[in-house]
């Protein structure tokens, strides 16, 4: 059976923290964001299927710049390719980071969430074990204060029972505020949860 969205090219683009550094040739564009340890590049790499992608580090705050990615993308078994970009921004709610560079990175973090014309929706990141926390919550309410297509995708599902998710789930849809919010968990050892968000990425990214 033909997987409805398959991902035939996944390549790093470049990285920016000025507009004038976004990739000149704009393409239909998700962005990923979530504090930082999430398990953003994770999932990114369980996405693509390509393992070191985007850099996995043990360290909180470690991705300072957006990264931006193309993806070609194969819709239900077409000849087609659709180019994409995926756009990695930089982890929030990092304490350790200076305050001076917290600054820095909300401003351009805001900016390509204002600015780029290309943005179709953002997925915010979320760690299924833990209640939202007030960053979370305002990063939510920002997005949604400024129009911006947002899914909820609750990262290392694997890391919990089915029980205990469907509890945590509940959980986030009550912190943020919206009871019927679709939330997608995600679990990237096993790549639980990729279908789903390309189908979602098919929706919104493909004309």
């Known amino acids: 059976m033909t997987e409805p969205v398959v ?6 683009l470049a990285s920016a923290v000025r507009r004038d550094q976004y990739p000149e040739e704009g393409r239909p564009a998700v962005a990923f964001i979530g504090r930082s340890n999430v398990g ?12 070191q992608l985007a850099r996995v580090s043990s360290k909180p705050g470690k991705t300072q710049t957006i ?5 070609l993308l194969r819709i239900d078994g077409g000849a087609e ?8 921004l930089p982890g929030y709610g990092y304490a350790k980071a200076a305050r001076d560079s917290r600054k820095v990175w909300a401003k351009f973090i805001e900016e390509y969430l204002l600015y780029a014309a290309e943005l179709r ?11 939202p926390m007030e960053s979370d919550r305002r990063m939510f309410a920002w997005l949604v204060e400024h129009n911006i297509p947002v899914l909820v995708i ?43 968000l390309l189908d979602v990425m098919k929706e919104y990214l493909i004309e």
């Open 154 to 196: 609750a990262t290392k599902s694997d890391k919990i029972g089915r029980n205990a998710r469907r509890a945590r789930i509940a959980e986030i849809q009550r912190s943020l505020g919206v009871p019927e919010l679709t939330v997608l968990p995600y679990a990237s050892p096993k790549n639980e949860g990729r279908s789903e």
């Open 81 to 88: 390719r659709y180019s994409v970009h995926l756009v990695d």
């Open 121 to 131: 929706f953002v997925c915010l990141l979320l760690d299924i074990r833990h209640t």
């Open 67 to 71: 990264n931006f990615y193309e993806l």
């Open 7 to 12: 991902i035939t090219k996944a390549v790093y």
């Open 40 to 51: 953003k590049s994770s999932l990114i790499n369980s996405l693509t299927r390509i393992r």
